[in-house]
């Protein structure tokens, strides 16, 4: 069964520095999105990205974040200058073809601890 | 703007016996309302949603779920729960976004199975 690849399971980087997360979404899947849970809180929504461009963020999703897809296959997203409190859970997640219900099929996370 | 409020964060049952999850939600219009389960080290996987008709709905893994309108609740419910049924239990609503639906999630219920 297809399902949504996450690398690395876990990122340990310095305040300050830049980290990028991939994510390997289903292969036919259009839409992409990134999550983020911090330890003992809700997942919460970063942004969805459909047809090579952002389709909708939330207000956590500042300038210190990007997200791209490189080449057919990769989603990445980017943090430019980590803080502590970018200390999270990230989960990707992709869906299908449009319709009026798409359903979201999540990998199982990147740990990111900054220090 | 939408939430979900899951009043309880852990839930101990032993195997064999009743579950029930509560979930409460605030949307202004009709919702779209799901139950995901995370299990230690996985994403998240969706368990059954609702999005019109039959106010009870069927899930995977045995679960189901009933929508009361009057009372703003989607609660998760399974007859006889399993030692491997221990994970985590996200309720969500879903607001339509340029062709997906972006799940607020709850806080999350961690269940925990006696044997």
């Known amino acids: 069964e297809p399902e949504v690849t996450q690398t690395p399971s876990h990122q340990v980087t310095q305040m300050g520095q830049e980290v990028i997360l991939r994510c390997v979404p289903i292969?036919?899947?259009?839409?992409f999105y990134w999550y983020r849970q911090i330890l003992g809180q809700k997942v919460e929504f970063l942004v969805s990205f459909y047809n090579n461009e952002i389709s909708e963020k939330s207000e956590i999703f500042d300038d210190q974040f990007s997200v791209e897809r490189p080449d057919g296959s990769n989603f990445t997203l980017k943090i430019r200058s980590t803080k502590l409190e970018d200390s999270a859970m990230y989960f990707c997640?992709?869906?299908?073809?449009?319709?009026?219900?798409?359903?979201?099929?999540f990998g199982p996370g990147t740990r990111l601890t900054v220090l | 703007a939408q939430s979900v409020t899951q009043p309880d964060i852990h839930i101990t049952v032993s195997e064999g016996a009743s579950l029930e999850l509560r979930c409460n939600y605030s949307?202004?219009?009709?919702?779209?309302l799901f139950w995901y389960v995370q299990s230690p080290g996985q994403g998240l996987q969706l368990l059954l949603k609702?999005?019109?008709?039959?106010?009870l709905v069927q899930g995977i893994k045995g679960f189901e779920a009933e929508f009361k309108r009057s009372q703003s609740s989607f609660n998760l419910r399974k007859p006889s729960v399993h030692w491997s049924d221990a994970a985590e239990y996200f309720c969500a609503v879903g607001a339509l976004s340029g062709g997906s639906y972006i799940p607020t999630f709850g806080r999350g219920t961690s269940l925990i199975v006696h044997p």
């Open positions: 609702y999005f019109s008709g039959d106010t």
């Open positions: 292969s036919n899947h259009l839409y």
């Open positions: 997640a992709s869906s299908g073809r449009l319709g009026n219900y798409n359903e979201q099929f």
């Open positions: 949307y202004g219009a009709t919702p779209y």
